[in-house]
């Protein structure tokens, strides 16, 4: 089995993470459940003047899913929707200092929840 | 945090002194060989002469049936496949359970692809082996019955009396993998009917790395390491001197006092479970009410996940495990949850504390705390908590 340690930057994130909560009536949301273990995510984001104002995410996940989360809901927020849904995996998990290689999908998870719903926002805003 | 609580002594347990000054003089001092036949190589044999002695009278087997090994896993091993190999003429059929150690497990699937058929018997939702479920799948060319004493995630304890009355009635040989249960529960070979038991050393406040296993007179086992005549040929390497004196007076030790320790435990476990149950929801208690090991607590905790809940735990100073997919590896969920008919998302929540002679007056007390904190935080950031709770729109 690969090291399954967290390094100090996923530790504090995973004790203190950023962003929990909800969003009352947010502008678009997402709920995702991950395919390798099953675990969900959700996230929702407030959307003014093109950018995000504010994001909170609720996770059944394990300590790298809580950390990816917080610095990544970090990283889009203040950012344009469209700078926002330009966010990678891998920008997530350097910006964390790097997560145990079996931990990897916990922040795809992370990711892929906020681009959903950064685009349920946008479609959203295509239709109204 | 100073505050340190170990409850994972199912996964290892310290050392305990009398156990180290036993070992310490065969490091160094008393190092000799106990193939030689000079006074140092003497001095070894007698060593372990009485440490098998001492093993044999802890589960009422003789001297002479047996060995020593290199752990549980190691027993295992040569249990099954040296049954396999040695009575293939006579049929190629095993029986097991679903919710066995990987050291059982993953040796009945090698011998599945070395053309072996194996039954892994199902188990209800306490874990209970079925004896007529097992007697059913009993066929003619059936050589071997392994079932594990105790379970070493849930606690469950086997109806062991039972399948060895069964096992013996129609001649079949019936190991049981007796790792968790050595030292916590009273063990007898001769009454129970038990052909062949695996136990390990660092369970019961022995060394790692040192196991044994009782082979019944008369049952033939092919070796599995192939070398010098030791341990009457079935086998071979130099014995682990140290190793196996620490792992006699651990079990004598253990031994000594199976009643009052399993009574300790029991009380600190009990305390536990119900400081648990009366001040958390949704929280279920994994395995058998009574038929348990005195030292195993197992819960799952609905809507949240366990790899989160142990760290916090861990940052609390307490030491736990999970049978949460996220810590596996595969991030499948434990076989044993599965095989009890857990949902994998409540499986996913499930966590093992181990009562054991590191703890003290007051660690469940400690245990009950932090977990009601620390649930409570991890629910509040679970969607599917609130989900649940109905309060999506307006929290
Ligand atoms: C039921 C059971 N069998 C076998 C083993 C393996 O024993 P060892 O660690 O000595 O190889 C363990 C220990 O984890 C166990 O709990
Ligand atoms: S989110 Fe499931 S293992 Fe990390």
Known sequence: MSEMSYNEIVLEHFTNPRNVGEIQDPDGEAILTSKVCGDMMKVQIKVENGAVADIKFKTFGCGAAIASSSIATEMVKGKTVEEALKITNNAVVDALGGLPPAKLHCSVLAEQAIKMALEDYVNKHKQG | ?395
Do not use: W
């Not at chain 2, 009355?165 to 030292?183: L, M």
């Open chain 2, 1 to 395: 945090m100073d505050r340190h609580v170990y409850l994972d002594h199912a996964a290892t347990t310290f050392v305990k002194k009398e156990v180290l000054d036993e070992m310490l003089p065969y490091f160094a001092e008393k190092y000799g060989n106990a193939s030689s036949l000079h006074r140092d190589g003497r001095e070894a044999r007698a060593a372990i002469d009485r440490a098998r002695s001492r093993t044999a009278g802890a589960i009422g087997a003789r001297d002479e049936e047996i060995i020593f090994t290199s752990g549980g896993t190691e027993s295992d091993n040569l249990a099954i496949k040296g049954v396999a190999e040695a009575y293939e003429q006579k049929g190629r059929h095993i029986i097991t359970t679903k919710i066995e150690h990987d050291a059982v497990l993953n040796t009945c699937e090698y011998l599945e692809k070395k053309g072996f058929e194996v039954t892994y018997l199902p188990v209800d939702e306490y874990g209970l082996v079925s004896p007529e479920t097992l007697e059913k799948a009993i066929r003619s060319d059936t050589i071997l019955i392994s079932v594990m004493f105790a379970n070493n995630e849930i606690g469950t304890l086997e109806p062991i009396d039972k399948i060895g009355e069964i096992a013996r009635a129609k001649n079949i040989i019936f190991h049981t993998d007796a790792v968790q249960a050595v030292g916590s529960v009273p063990i007898d070979v001769e009454k129970m009917k038990i052909d062949m038991l695996s136990l390990s050393a660092h369970k019961i406040y022995g060394p790692k790395g040192t196991g044994a296993l009782y082979v019944k007179k008369g049952i033939k086992l092919s070796p599995q390491s192939h070398g010098g005549a030791h341990e009457s040929k079935r086998r071979a390497g130099t014995e682990n001197v140290p190793g196996i004196v620490g792992l006699g007076k651990a079990i004598e030790l253990a031994g000594a006092n199976i009643g009052g320790y399993a009574e300790r435990l029991r009380a600190m476990r009990e305390k536990l479970i119900r400081g648990i149950q009366e001040n958390v929801s949704d929280v279920r208690l994994n395995g058998h009410p009574e038929k348990r090991l005195p030292g195993n607590a197992n819960f799952s905790f609905e809507f949240i996940e366990g790899e989160a809940l142990l760290l916090l735990l861990d940052m609390a100073g307490i030491s736990s495990s999970t049978g949460s997919a996220c810590t596996s590896g595969s991030f499948k969920p434990s076989h044993v949850l599965s095989a009890i008919g857990l949902p994998a998302e409540i499986a996913q929540g499930s966590v093992r504390f181990t009562f054991g002679d590191a703890n003290k007056e007051g660690d469940a007390d400690y245990c009950i705390e932090q977990i009601i904190k620390i649930v409570q935080r991890l629910r509040a950031m679970s969607p599917l908590f609130a989900q649940e709770k109905g309060m999506r729109k307006n929290v």
